[in-house]
C-alpha cells in the first residue's frame, strides 16, 4: 500500500516535471515560430495544463503537434489551431466569449486564462459532462457548459465580445452572427465533411457582416440534434 502510495507521488511529480517543458517547446516550436504572437495568447498556452485535458492513455502525447482522439469520433485540435483561434477573435481581458464543441475543454481553458467569462456549448452529452468535471477540477470558476445543440448559440448571455466554433458547419449559423456584438469577432471553420475547409473570420460591424477565409484547415463536423 506504501509503495504504492509512494509510485503514485513520485509519477505525479514526474508528470508535473515533464508537462513544464513540454508546454514551453509547444509554445516555442509550434507557435511562436509559426507566427503567434499576441502576448497573453502565448501566456495561456504556457499556462493550461493540456495534459490533464486529454484521455489518460494520450497524455504522453499532449504535447504533440497535432490533434488527438478523445472519444466519441471527436478531436481536441492542434495547439497551433487552438492558439491561431483565439488570437484571430482579438480577446481582451473584459471579453465575454462564446464557444461552440467544448470537447475536451482545452479552447475553453485557453480562453478563460485570457477573457472573463467563456460560455461554451457541447453536444455530446458524454464529453459535455467530462468536460465540466475536468475544468472544475482545474479551478476554472469563469467557464459555463451548456449541454445542447450550438447552433442556436446561448440567448440568455448574448450578445457576445467573440465566438470561437470548433466544428466545421457547412454555413455560418445565422443565430451566432445574431449573438455576436457590432464591433465582434467570430471564428468558424466553415466546409463539408469531404472537402477542405477553410477557417473563416467573421467581422460584425455597423453596416453588415464581413468575412475572410485564412487558412484551409481540417474540423470533425458540425452535427445537429436530431
Ligand atoms: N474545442 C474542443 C474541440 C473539440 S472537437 C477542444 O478544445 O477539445 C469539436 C466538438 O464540437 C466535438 O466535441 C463535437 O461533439 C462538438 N460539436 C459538434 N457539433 C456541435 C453542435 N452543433 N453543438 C455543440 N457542439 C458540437
Known sequence: MKTILMIMIASSFLNFLTALPARENMVNAQLIRRGISHPSVLSAMRKVERHKLVPDNMRRRAYDDSPLPIGYGQTISQPYIVAFMTEAI?????????????????????????????????????????????????GYGNIHVKLADGYYGWSEHAPFDAIVVTAAAEYIPPALV????????????????FMVQQLVLVEKTEDGVRTRSLMPVRFVPFTREK
Open 90 to 138: 482579438l480577446p481582451e481581458k473584459n471579453h465575454r466569449v462564446l464557444e461552440i464543441g467544448t470537447g475536451s475543454g482545452y479552447q475553453a481553458a485557453v480562453l478563460a486564462e485570457i477573457v472573463s467569462e467563456v460560455y461554451t456549448i457541447e453536444i455530446v452529452k458524454e464529453l459535455g459532462e467530462r468536460a465540466k468535471k475536468d475544468l472544475g477540477e482545474l
Open 178 to 193: 445574431e449573438q455576436l456584438k457590432t464591433g465582434g469577432r467570430m471564428i468558424i471553420p466553415v466546409g463539408s465533411n
